[in-house]
């Protein structure tokens, strides 16, 4: 949540005079995106959004995330389209960053998803898995297991500060899950890696569209849905709702289904996605200046779902029946 | 520049229920206000702005805010207009504060203001000024001469870590201004109190509205002159653009002139109006938590215009010829 650019008017003026967006007639600063400025524009021709890339972002990265959105958008998922400039360029400079327009969708994310939300996002990331066959561009996901110890050393001589033991907690978990167990030949493909409530737009009980593909990335597919299973199926007390489990793998495996290995393996890449987040937030909880008017997102939420999924013997705790996914 | 409450969706849902807006489409946390939460609001009707009043707005002020705005709006002022309820009420409570939805202005502020928006502020204020003669309610202005002891009282023994001797300086400018000098006897009448370059907003070189009534009060209409004199008229290294203020002035006195007694007043008034924010802007300064996101307003600034104020022999150095008003 965060406008880190002002923009000028001046200079907005300029940059859109590249494209056929029509008279602009507004431009608000919009609280949502942690990593980057966003900006909501009403033109003549209707609203948009313009995003401006901070540094926390890297530049190369930015024609895969761009690239992803229109193909997917091509692909039919509701989704951001990167609005090409008279030149064809979906990518160019504003007040020193990198900036692009993409359409904008109308919808509201869900503070409080329910069994009807965690099903749409099912079958949207599976229609996603699907869409994400034809793209070509490639991209390593950092913030797999290999990306996860150099978080923890950073953070690890302060970790106790938080939470009590919480070091040797991590460096537990992190020598289990880096001893060989992580699974190595799932299906892979374009994942989003970042499907949060926040990320997901509805009308009603209907999925609107989805947002924010600056985490995008190839990984294995069942990694995205150990992801929203952290994201999505948890209570605000941090217990783990099987019904929204259920409704959320269900729909899901409607539109993609997840083979043996996949949900076997489930339970682990769980595990991993919760010590992903986990680690990621106690890195900026740690770092963040004192008295910060933008707190940190909590880091021990994911302790707590990390001892969950440490607990589940088998896919079926997650609410699946013995008759497999669809209950 | 924050948005320091969130609303779920079906707080909002049910806040909406009691207005006939059509159907919600989306809402954004918007960037602008400081004191109060803002969104942007998408319905099948149109754009709307919802506020909550946080906690440095006074309740009992509200219907000052909404009233005025309602009044000057209906008096041929584009500025935002209070939304009634199917109750016919503007004022309603939402996340536990009070809540408003007013219309939504197209419209950009100008970050680098010229000539051409110091006259259109001119002109705006100076009908701004016309039109509140026939609204009935009252609102002292809390920030006036005998506010401002307050302030520095609350500062005096930090101010020198800012800017050495500004203690002194505040001290010595405070006993000047409250020393039987400020003007006691110059029309009065509903003032804007607060019309920075980010609560105007234009199309073009058109001024299309003026936002943000939350300072508006009952005082001398020339203090409003003055402010906006400290709000337009200076460059961004604080030196004083005697173009601007003529052209403010200019079109200022076509629409409402000024007597001489309230032009021999204004560099009192601007001296008075420079040290306000001055003070406002010490006391957010000095009590910024360390590492704060959101940097304040810097203070110094007001010491630069003051400094000019009072190098002012007369207000023919705002720009103004021998002949008067109009140059």
């Known amino acids: 949540m965060a406008v880190y650019t002002d923009v000028a008017a001046d200079e907005l003026a300029d940059f859109l005079s590249w494209y056929d967006l029509g008279a602009l007639l507004s431009y608000k600063g919009i609280a949502e995106g942690v990593e980057n400025s966003n900006f909501l524009l009403h033109t003549s021709n ?167 593909f600056t985490f995008a990335c190839d990984d294995m597919l069942a990694y995205d849905v150990a992801i929203c299973l952290n994201a999505w199926c948890f209570e605000p007390d941090h217990s783990f709702n099987v019904t929204k489990a259920r409704a959320f793998l269900s729909a899901y495996a409607r539109e993609r289904r997840l083979s043996d290995a996949e949900q076997d393996a489930l339970p682990l890449l769980a595990r991993g996605a919760a010590i992903r987040f986990l680690l990621t937030r106690l890195v900026d909880w740690l770092n963040v200046p004192p008295g910060a008017l933008v707190r940190p997102k909590d880091p021990l939420e994911y302790v707590r779902k990390l001892r969950f999924h440490q607990s589940v013997a088998s896919v079926r705790d997650y609410g699946l029946s013995d008759q497999g996914l669809v209950a």
Chains 1, 2 share one sequence.
Request: include cysteine; hydrophobic fraction near 45%; glycine fraction near 10%.
């Open 46 to 212: 209707g609203s948009f959004i313009l995003t401006l890339y901070e540094k926390r972002v890297e530049r190369d990265d930015l024609p895969f995330f761009l690239g992803l959105m229109t193909h997917l958008a091509s692909h039919g998922i509701n989704c951001p389209q990167p609005v090409a400039n008279r030149r064809g360029q979906a990518l160019g400079v504003l007040a020193g960053r990198p900036a692009a327009i993409i359409t904008f969708l109308e919808g509201i994310w869900p503070r409080k998803p329910n069994a009807v939300h965690c099903a749409g996002i099912g079958e949207v990331l599976a229609k996603m898995h699907l869409a994400g066959a034809g793209f070509t561009m490639r991209r390593a996901n950092a913030l797999s297991v290999s990306g996860w110890r150099p978080l923890f050393d950073v953070a690890a001589s302060r970790a106790d500060e938080v939470q009590h033991g919480l070091s040797a907690f991590l460096s537990a978990e992190l020598d289990y899950l880096e001893g060989g167990v992580w699974p190595r030949h799932l299906p892979q493909g374009v994942i989003h890696a970042d499907l949060f409530p926040d990320n997901a737009f509805f009308l009603g009980d209907r999925l609107s569209g989805v947002i924010d």
